[in-house]
């Protein structure tokens, strides 16, 4: 059977602070550990349908993707090594969907897979324009584990997007927008994406003074970006009648940050933890609403997350699943 999201991994707060007041490390990790025990129970759901799978053509796409991609993925060109990003990534995403499609073993989808007419580069840029218009719409409508699973694949596709411009950039997914109503069974994951968006907040501050000014762009989008979200997290929490996490008064990262490089890979982390947070929300709810709010965040900080990696010098850059392990 598929295996269950990874818990968000926050960035942890420094212990010497006296008034740190958002809940200590032993209550986030008791809080997570429920989560992923939850989780299995409805990945492991005995309920039949006639109806057709719809993702088995995710799953057969994924495979004719990556087929492409390792067609153009030999020797030491930056096309080929384009390419073998994105026949690993879609290799993974064909493996762990069509682990998830044998366990339900419905009916297939009578959709046939789409095989661009362009070749090269092109078509893979096609190909992964077709992948999220296939996964995108249907997280609301899916089980929490088919649905983390399914928002998992989009988001990897919307990095490698972010890998070129031969390969993208792909559809940017727009601000987040708050609901008015929250579901009890949302607020612990909600409040696990604002301390999330709380950590990077501050990280982004924490690194403008270690990078060059060509950066000062993407730290400024970043920022703000995150402090959207944070915001549209309180207003939601708040409209539940719950009150909202606040902000650490600084945080260990998960590397000292000591000049541009690694200032660069603690905003990646950063990124990857809002991702792995917001994935989370989509796993844990069934809110459909909700849902699309956490798609938009995950399709953000996936994007965001696949350029610092890439100018951080780190492999891959683009993260193939985010919150799941392939089957």
Do not use: F
């Not at 818990?7 to 429920?34: E, F």
């Not at 989780?39 to 495979?63: F, I, M, N």
């Not at 969907?97 to 419905?106: G, I, K």
């Not at 699973?149 to 988001?155: E, G």
């Amino acid at each position: 059977m598929g295996r269950p999201p990874s818990p968000p991994v926050v960035v942890t707060a420094l212990a010497g602070w006296r008034d740190v007041t958002t809940r200590t490390r032993r209550d986030v990790l008791r809080l997570s550990a429920l989560a992923a025990a939850a989780v299995p129970l409805a990945a492991c759901s005995t309920g039949y349908s006639d109806a057709p799978d719809p993702l088995t053509l995710l799953a057969e796409q994924a495979t004719a993707d990556a087929a492409a991609a390792n067609a153009l993925a030999t020797g030491s060109s930056t096309e080929a090594g384009l390419a073998r990003q994105v026949a690993v990534a879609r290799g993974e995403h064909a493996r762990a969907l069509q682990a998830e499609v044998d366990r339900l073993n419905r009916p297939k989808s009578t959709v046939p897979v789409v095989n661009p007419r362009d070749g090269g580069l092109a078509g893979l840029k096609q190909r992964l324009a077709t992948a999220r218009g296939q996964t995108e719409p249907l997280v609301g409508g899916l089980g929490r584990y088919r649905a983390g699973l399914v928002a998992a694949v989009a988001a990897g596709c919307a990095g490698l997007q972010q890998l070129s411009d031969q390969l993208g950039p792909g559809t940017d997914p727009g601000p987040v927008r708050p609901v008015t109503s929250v579901p009890g069974d949302a607020v612990a994951p909600l409040q696990e994406a604002l301390d999330t968006e709380h950590a990077a907040v501050w990280v982004y501050g924490l690194v403008s003074a270690y990078l060059p000014a060509k950066y000062n762009a993407g730290v400024a989008d970043g920022s703000q970006e995150h402090q959207d979200r944070r915001d549209a997290c309180e207003r939601m929490l708040d409209a539940a009648g719950v009150t909202p996490d606040g902000p650490q008064p600084a945080y260990v990262t998960p590397k000292p940050v000591t000049d541009a490089t690694s200032a660069k890979s603690v905003v990646a982390s950063a990124e990857a933890d809002t991702a792995k947070a917001w994935a989370g929300v989509i796993a844990r709810t069934d809110d459909q609403a909700l849902r699309a709010v956490a798609l938009t965040a995950l399709l953000g900080s996936a994007r965001r997350g696949t350029r610092w990696r890439d100018a951080a010098g780190e492999s891959p850059a683009a993260v193939a699943l985010i919150g799941v392990t392939a089957g």
